[in-house]
């Protein structure tokens, strides 16, 4: 998962929430056609094509506290690697693997993703 360093004591503190957030509202509008949009959290694998333009936090969630049923491939974002659930996933399933900071993502959250993917643990 990736987050805006400005949710993180909260998600330290809550662990992840489905919501409606600000760029889901922005972004993704175009992609999900429904008539009310459904409270959501956004999961990527490995390969997921998505980038925020902010260095953002890069949460590892352990899929273990995780229903499978709740997890769809529905998410508007057509790279076969971007999925959402509905349910909250408590604080502790998920891991901090970088603190970013916020600022538009010249080599940040990205090149660290790709650092952490190469060398990466298996859960």
Known sequence: ???????????????????VGESYELYWEDH??????????????DNSLYDSCYDDDLIRIDMNYMDPSHISMDSGIPDGHTF?????????????????SGDPDIDGARSVWRRLVQKRKPL
Do not use: S
Not at 84 to 100: M, N, Q, R, V
């Open 84 to 100: 959402t659930y509905d349910l909250p996933i408590p604080l502790e399933a998920i891991e901090f693997l970088y603190e970013g």
């Open 32 to 45: 999900f056609p429904r008539k009310k949009k459904e409270p959501l959290i956004f999961l990527f694998d």
């Open 1 to 19: 998962h990736r987050a805006n360093p400005f949710f993180r004591k909260k998600i330290k503190k809550e662990g992840l929430k489905p919501k």
